[in-house]
């Protein structure tokens, strides 16, 4: 392994190294199958005949359809034709640089922070381009008011029928769902978001709050990841009903007034994904990793700089690009609702049903 200090840094066999690391919140978001590869992505972002570099407009494939008809030798066959949609897919940059100076090496006795830099870098990434999943979903559940005509009916529908919200109060609700999340809460979100498919459900991200409910009522139990030198870790990830349940604290909660009886409450929001809902690829930076040297400031400072590019698509969801300022999108773009659509050909959209993708809106 190359030294860390800017005259033996090797940027390649840096890279190496860490790509040898195990990702282990992705890896575990991959075996849920709501992450998933997506070749289109490597094919669009990667090759490098393809000029487009930071935004693709990609086929989307509708399924078949049509009533069968009667074949009995004398009935004439038509057929129909096949829908293909269109499906705005993107990639997003994000870069960032640690330094470290030459003095504190030197008071120390030779300690090297820079090992430490490098000990965390990864889950450093992890948890960038969770934020980055997250700001995608709620710009997903904002798209209501994309669009115009049916457009903008089909979106609308998405939102209210892949929406569970059970934090209003009781004489409000048409069920017995409780405020908080219940034995039977995931069941019911799932089924009203895709109803006969609710199978294809695989992952939920919950805040702590709802996870430690869940907890409490026993439907919750945590997974552990064992490194390579035989230490038990708690993953912060769990299962339920079947689903891997990934906890984040970084998930929304909302504080609402609800009146004088109620005070404020804090309300929740947990996603709930499917299988291949989330495709992502690493498309790569130019130089991803390099030392840089500047023996001026501080006495000698070395500074480690990281760089990351992803392609991201969303299943049965478009990124329109229609508020973006540069060549990447910005957490606060991916979260503008304007910028996200259903799928369309011929202002015709798939199914909204077809969309494992679901949201739970509680106080815990």
């Known amino acids: 392994m190359a030294k860390f200090d800017a005259k033996s840094f090797n940027d390649r066999a840096f890279g190496a190294y860490m790509s040898a690391i195990p990702n282990v919140k992705l890896n575990k978001l991959r075996e849920s199958m709501a992450v998933v590869s997506d070749p289109r992505l490597a094919e669009a972002f990667k090759n490098q005949s393809q000029t487009g570099s930071v935004y693709a407009i990609l086929p989307y494939f509708g399924r078949l359809g049509g009533k069968a008809q009667n074949y009995d030798g004398q009935t004439n066959l038509n057929p129909e034709r096949t829908t293909t949609y269109e499906q705005g897919v993107f990639a997003y940059g994000r870069m960032m640089g640690w330094t470290e100076a030459d003095f504190s090496y030197d008071v120390t006795g030779g300690v090297d922070f820079m090992a430490n830099v490098r000990a965390q870098i990864m889950d450093y990434w992890n948890e960038v381009d969770q934020e980055v999943l997250l700001s995608i979903l709620k710009g997903v559940f904002g798209m ?5 005509g ?36 995931l069941n019911s979100a799932i089924q009203k978001a895709c109803g006969d498919n609710k199978q294809k459900f695989s992952l939920v991200i919950c805040h702590s709050s709802v996870s430690t409910n869940l907890e409490n009522l026993k439907l919750l139990a945590y997974l552990k990841y064992t490194d390579s030198e035989g230490v038990e870790r708690d993953l912060s990830m769990g ?31 947990t996603y709930v994904l499917g299988e291949g809902a989330i495709g992502f690829e690493d498309v790569g930076a130019k130089v991803p ?4 040297r500047d023996a001026k400031t501080n006495g000698g400072e070395d500074t480690l700089i990281s760089r990351k590019r992803n392609a991201v698509s969303v299943a049965g969801i478009s990124y329109l690009k229609a508020n973006q300022a540069t060549n990447s999108p ?4 991916l979260e503008n609702g304007l910028n996200w659509s259903l799928v369309q050909s011929d ?5 909204h049903k077809a969309i494992p993708i679901a949201r739970i809106i509680s106080r815990g």
């Open 144 to 148: 209501s008011a994309t669009g115009t």
């Open 150 to 185: 049916a457009i903008k009916t089909a979106n609308k529908a998405f939102v209210d029928e892949h929406t569970l919200d059970i934090s209003a109060s009781t004489e409000n609700k048409k069920t017995d769902e409780s405020m908080i999340m219940g034995v039977t809460t």
């Open 239 to 269: 299962t339920w009903n079947g689903r891997l349940v990934l906890v984040d604290d970084s998930m929304p909660v909302e504080v609402k007034n609800v009146g004088a009886t109620g005070g404020d409450v804090s309300i929740y929001t």
């Open 289 to 292: 990793y390099e030392m840089v």
């Open 330 to 333: 910005t957490n606060a773009e």
């Open 347 to 351: 202002n015709k959209t798939i199914p």
